[in-house]
């Protein structure tokens, strides 16, 4: 829908700074962009669902269409996509991604080589034990003889 189909500019302004103030962008981490970009889409899916008309306060009991409201939304996402890609966030999130995967793969690793030590560990001193214990039978055997 074009604003310019129906409505005033009162109307319409009033919209797009609702949209503007409730789903701010004042910089930050890609992550945050990436998760307001989100926020937006939900309402967008919510209010297509179920629209609700919002009072602005321009005139008393003046509502303006939820038509508006979400088209104002479509407008503000496609405003924060075009950051979000002008930002080359995609690559950074991703380059996040896989940093955090291999911090957790690493600490994987660590905890499973020490789950197979312990007990390895445990066997290796029972065979040493075992074995120091038989040398000195067996040198105890050879001294008695």
């Not at 992550?31 to 309402?43: A, E, T």
């Not at 390895?120 to 214990?133: E, K, M, S, V, W």
Request: proline content about 3%.
């Amino acid at each position: 829908m074009d604003f310019s189909s129906g409505g005033n500019s009162a109307q319409i302004n009033a919209t797009r700074e609702r949209v503007q103030n409730e789903f701010a962008w004042s910089g930050g981490s890609c992550v945050m962009l990436d998760k307001l970009i989100k926020d937006v889409r939900d309402k967008i899916v919510k209010e297509r669902i179920n629209p609700t008309p919002y009072n602005y306060g321009l005139t008393k009991g003046l509502y303006f269409p939820a038509s508006f409201y979400i088209q104002s939304l479509v407008d503000h996402r496609a405003t924060l996509e075009l950051i979000f890609a002008s930002n080359d966030c995609s690559d950074k999130i991703e380059k996040l991604r896989q940093n955090e995967s291999a911090v957790l793969i690493t600490k994987q690793a660590i905890e499973q080589e020490k789950a197979v030590l312990k007990p390895a560990n445990t066997d290796q001193r029972i065979y040493i034990g075992a074995g120091a214990l038989i040398l000195l039978v067996g040198l105890y055997i050879l001294a008695k003889k």
